[in-house]
């Protein structure tokens, strides 16, 4: 078949297909079985003009409930900030919006420099000595985490909590099956991980212990005595953490973390309908050779000016495939830009005050909700997430807040079977005061 707008006349595609001796475009296919193949045309419909094609998506849209008209209290991983104009700007830039990698230091040196204040700031947030630029999301960024930790450590096991988001944990049990690493998941109390629960389950043959700090309940784990106890069996400890929650929050490397991980959408990125987003990944000094991905390192030139360079460069496309430390980690390197304009635009003072709002605004909603007689379901300590006990169905009652232009909790059913009724809600500083006497006067009905 010819399209008008393909710039490859017949006699193009003749003289292509005969170069590799096959006489039909179809030929390419002969190796796709016959019982696999459509049978049949696609069901496209009739044509349409480009404006009737762009009408008929633009009703395809409206569908959405998108953050512009509704407001959203629905977190578990993906979080609604308010985004500073200047990030769009900067990406939209063409010298960052259409570099990938910096493979030639000599003229990317804008890029590179870009990539290694990341670095900088994400050390600076996380407490640690070393990060990479970067990672594909939260969840890979968490199991190339117990990937290095057990290959370092050389033991097999890895240890993680349940209160960690089940999204990470069923990425990582994908990871662990292909090594032949075997996962154990320790169980929570009142919405962390006890310390004695851990205990009983970590021994000589863990490699990796992982915590999220807050967790995916939003509570507050206690890392200090969680880090010391997986220390004490030789293991290395992931904190996964919250960029946002960590304006407020002691670093975990203060606490004596190994390596810090996360997901970076908070800083700059749009919800996006699930993506792309970015994973950061932190560490000690010890551990700098193995990480994966890639690391921007300062340098000077042969007259002594400064520039910057890849180093340590430990992918499958730099060096020997067998010896590379991860075959399979990717690069967000214009998200890596995002969270870099972020950060920079908003400032130290601005980073402490968006957390705070965070808080105080989560524990506004959740104080209000407690006289409305919703009580939470965990008593330990939250930041901007808690859970709450409803007595209707909870797809029901997100219904019926939708069409009070409220996103609803997420139902944790869905997850964790034990905590059936109860509802996951998410306060971030973009959430008015008005918003949230909406959703509470939305949720009382079902006190």
Avoid at 273 to 288: D, H, N, Q, R, V
Avoid at 399 to 423: H, R, S, V
């Amino acid at each position: 078949m010819t399209w008008s707008y393909l710039p490859h006349t017949v006699e193009d595609r003749a003289e292509m297909l005969a170069a590799i001796g096959v006489k039909d475009s179809m030929d390419l296919y002969a190796d796709v079985p016959d019982s696999i193949r459509l049978q049949r045309p696609l069901a496209l419909g009739e044509p349409l003009s480009e404006s009737e094609v762009a009408g008929y998506f633009q009703k395809l849209a409206a569908a959405n409930a998108n953050l512009q008209e509704y407001a959203c209290f629905l977190g578990a991983g993906a979080y609604d900030h308010f985004i500073p104009s200047t990030v769009a700007h900067v990406l939209g830039r063409s010298e960052f919006y259409t570099a990938y990698t910096q493979y030639q230091p000599e003229i990317s040196q804008g890029y590179l420099q870009a990539l290694w204040e990341y670095q900088s700031m994400i050390c600076e947030i996380t407490g640690m000595s070393v990060a990479n630029a970067s990672l594909y999301d939260g969840a890979t960024a968490m199991a190339e985490a117990a990937l290095l930790s057990c290959h370092v450590t050389r033991r097999n096991e890895i240890v993680i909590a349940r209160s960690v988001h089940p999204n990470y944990r069923t990425v990582l049990s994908t990871y662990a099956k292909d090594f032949g690493f075997v996962v154990k998941e320790v169980d929570y109390t009142d919405g962390v991980t006890a310390l004695d629960a851990l205990a009983k389950v970590i021994s000589k043959n863990t490699g990796a212990v992982i915590i999220q700090n807050p967790n995916f309940f939003g509570s507050l784990e206690d890392l200090s005595e969680l880090i010391a106890k997986t220390h004490e069996v030789g293991a290395l400890f992931t904190a996964v953490s919250d960029p946002t929650a960590l304006g407020i929050l002691e670093a975990p490397g203060k606490y004596g973390a190994d390596i810090v991980v996360g997901e970076g959408q908070p800083l700059g990125l749009a919800i996006n309908f699930g993506g792309p987003y970015l994973g950061f990944m932190a560490s000690t000094k010890k551990l700098m050779r193995k990480l994966p991905g890639r690391i921007i390192g300062e340098t000077v030139d042969k007259n002594g000016k400064r520039g910057f360079v890849l180093t340590l460069q430990a992918r499958e496309q730099h060096i020997r495939r067998d010896k590379a430390t991860s075959n399979i980690c990717s690069n967000e390197a214009l998200c890596a830009l995002a969270a870099t304009v972020y950060l920079a635009t908003v400032g130290k003072e601005g980073y402490t005050e968006i957390a705070s709002q965070c808080l105080q605004k989560a524990h506004y909603a959740q104080q209000a909700l407690a006289a409305k007689g919703l009580k939470r379901t965990f008593t330990t300590p939250f930041f901007q997430e808690f859970v709450i006990k409803l007595s209707g169905n909870i797809a029901e009652i997100n219904k019926k807040l939708l069409a009070q232009g409220i996103i609803g909790g997420l139902d944790l059913g869905q997850y964790y079977p034990e905590l059936a009724g109860n509802m996951l809600l998410c306060v971030t500083e973009n959430r008015t005061k008005e918003q949230i006497d909406t959703l509470v006067a939305g949720l009382g009905a079902q006190a």
